[in-house]
């Protein structure tokens, strides 16, 4: 009887610890957007949701909205623009502003929410619409979040339209070609504001 026991209390110790690793493992996916956006240099976008914390300084701790005009506002630092910056030029920025009224200000900014790096699908796909990338996805990926093409569409002249300042290219993508393996180049990396047009 006492060998069973030992037996189900090991069982049971075995099962608790395989359930700890589980939660560890899920809790570092849910990390891993947030902290691959850091590592790779991410460019902070309108829409994004930052945190940012001074050690020390509970009153300096909040998450704070990049406006539409690419800035966002932080108590004693004012105004910042985060356009083309990314977390470590942003972090760099707030500290030599706070450095002002805090001596050795210990700033810590993470991105909390990428709702700024979106791209769009249209046109003959199942689910268009818009979509948020972390960081970026290339055309064959987006196709595949917008639930693949319907049977009408005209896969060999689907366009990728990009804004540059006022004027817009259109680059076109042969959907035949690139899933034979052929002329990979025109499967190119989107960046946010593409629009993928699938007529």
Do not use: C
């Not at 560890?24 to 914390?53: C, F, N, R, W």
């Not at 020390?56 to 909040?62: A, G, I, S, V, Y």
């Not at 450095?99 to 699908?121: C, P």
């Not at 979040?145 to 042969?174: C, E, H, W, Y």
């Amino acid at each position: 009887m006492e060998l069973r026991w030992s037996g189900f209390v090991g069982l049971k110790k075995e099962m608790w610890m395989f359930v700890r690793q589980l939660f560890a493992a899920l809790v570092l996916m849910l990390a891993l957007p947030t902290v691959h956006a850091q590592q790779s240099g991410y460019i902070v976008k309108p829409g994004d949701v930052l945190e940012i914390s001074v050690w020390k300084e509970p009153d300096l701790q909040r998450q704070v909205l990049v406006r539409p005009d690419g800035a966002f506002s932080f108590p004693l630092v004012g105004q910042v623009d985060a356009r083309g910056k990314t977390v470590t030029d942003l972090n760099k920025t707030v500290s030599e502003r706070l450095s002002r009224y805090i001596a050795d200000a210990v700033v810590t900014i993470s991105i909390q929410q990428i709702n700024g790096n979106k791209i769009y699908v249209l046109g003959q796909v199942n689910k268009p619409g818009e979509f948020i990338v972390n960081p970026s996805v290339n055309v064959m990926q987006a196709l595949s979040m917008a639930g693949g093409m319907t049977p009408f569409a005209a896969s060999n002249d689907i366009m990728v339209l990009r804004g540059q300042g006022k004027s817009q290219t259109a680059t076109p993508f042969r959907y035949a070609d690139v899933v034979r393996g052929r002329n990979l180049e025109q499967n190119i990396e989107l960046v946010a504001g593409d629009i993928v047009v699938v007529p």
